[in-house]
């Protein structure tokens, strides 16, 4: 118990930034890191030391991230199904007018698609390869160029908005 609330501490900052990067909100990247954490307890027994306990934890947390963002979108989608809007549109949204002028990284990375989202925040923000990350989101290093690509090319869209 003592060596995991060590991990823990070693652990939680790292675990909480990459969370409020992939989800945006404060609040429920605490969550999220809580969850990882649980899920990491659950499953210590299959972490076999070949690399850094980061290195196994870090998939965790995208998971785990990815998987509440999934579930938020369908059950939005649930909530405008009875409404006029197909799942898939939104509302329009009012540009407010603001002494600020420039780009808001963060608000943009906000809409990406979550794999996209989650691909670039590993490779651009956290440094990454593909092949690490293709490994810890279970995906092809194809998938992961192609994603990082779309990545880019979307949140270079919503900038020059």
Known sequence: ???????????????????LRLASDGSLAEEL??????????????????????SWLYPIAVNTALSERRSRVLRTARVFAT?????FEKAPETKQ?????????????????PGAR???VLHDVEGYKHE??????????????????RARGLLREALRR
């Open 1 to 19: 118990m003592a060596a995991f609330e060590q991990l823990y501490r070693d652990n939680e900052r790292r675990v909480f930034a990459l969370c």
């Open 33 to 54: 890191a809580q969850d990882v954490f649980v899920r990491a307890w659950r499953k210590l027994p299959s972490f076999r030391g070949e690399s850094a306990f980061s």
């Open 83 to 87: 409404d006029d809007l197909t799942p």
């Open 97 to 113: 007018a603001g002494t600020e002028e420039g780009w808001d990284l963060t608000a943009a990375m906000k809409d990406l698609p």
């Open 118 to 120: 989650a691909v670039f």
């Open 132 to 149: 690490e990350i293709a490994r810890m989101m279970d995906i092809a290093v194809g998938t992961s160029k192609a994603q990082l690509h």
